[in-house]
């Protein structure tokens, strides 16, 4: 299974869901691999507290290789970081990532990426994918190697404008280059329960149709503290209200699927 994590719009939490999501997996005892493809490569510092000039090679190594192998050259690799955590590996990013980009896309290599993920899908049960906060090469590469999307929403009109682009833009993707991605669900981040906008935006939605997963992640400041601490919810406070909830949503996804 690769599950990818993705809404155009930033600051919706998508890099603390992919994280958690995978945290949560691997602790359930699935062999779980997290690849981070932001050039902001918030995943890689959330798991693994490292600053920049720290991070071990990882998703820019394995690209510049594409770029400068032959036709006949030998098999590209990537490099896979332990987080410290049983069960769980990341592949590192890091702002490298940025200079590659254009060089990428010139040189068309949209389907490397799926072709290592379904390599490493023999070694991990589950794969989760972080993206920019863009369809960019990085993003469009992550929707063609994927069968599963998630959309994380966070509760506002503009999310809802972003998350109805998403649909549109992946229904179009689909059509031409991965007729196998499914959108899995929207993630309803940042819920505050008290608030009636948020409960109306995510009552909009249900009743359009949109596919709005079961669980709603709550606002909480210990968010925030598992970010500062680089340590995932189900390891920083497992009986924590949103860690249940990450709990119970891996657990609604698992079951449907």
């Known amino acids: ?55 071990p090679a990882g998703i820019a190594d394995f690209f510049k290789q594409t770029l400068s192998s032959n036709a006949h050259g030998k098999k590209n690799r990537v490099a896979i970081t332990s987080t410290g955590y049983s069960n769980l590996d990341l592949i590192t990013a890091s702002p490298e990532l940025a200079d590659l980009q254009s060089k990428l896309e010139s040189k068309f290599k949209i389907n490397k990426l799926r072709k290592l993920l379904v390599e490493l899908s023999e070694d991990y049960e589950r794969i989760y994918i972080d993206t ?31 998350l109805l682009s998403v649909i549109d833009q992946v229904d179009e993707l689909r ?17 505050t329960s008290r608030t009636s906008l948020h409960q109306g935006l995510v009552d909009e939605l249900v009743a359009e149709g949109l596919p709005v997963l079961p669980v709603y992640l709550s606002s909480s400041v210990k968010m925030r503290e598992s970010h500062e601490a680089s340590v995932p919810l189900v390891h920083l406070a497992p009986r924590h209200k949103l860690s249940l909830e990450f709990m119970d949503l891996l657990g609604a996804l698992e079951r449907a699927a």
């Open 1 to 55: 299974m690769r599950r990818v994590v993705f809404n155009q719009k930033g600051g919706v939490g998508k890099s603390s869901i992919a994280c958690n999501l995978a945290a949560v997996s691997a602790a359930e005892g699935y062999r779980t691999l997290l690849v981070d493809l932001d050039p902001q490569a918030n995943s890689t510092h959330y798991l693994t507290g490292l600053a920049n000039d720290d991070i």
């Open 175 to 191: 059509q031409d280059h991965n007729d196998k991605l499914e959108i899995e669900g929207v993630v309803v981040n940042q819920f």
């Open 132 to 162: 920019p906060p863009s369809l960019n090469f990085y993003t469009f590469s992550a929707l063609v190697a994927a069968d599963r999307l998630l959309i994380p929403f966070d509760c506002d009109s503009f999310s809802r404008q972003a």
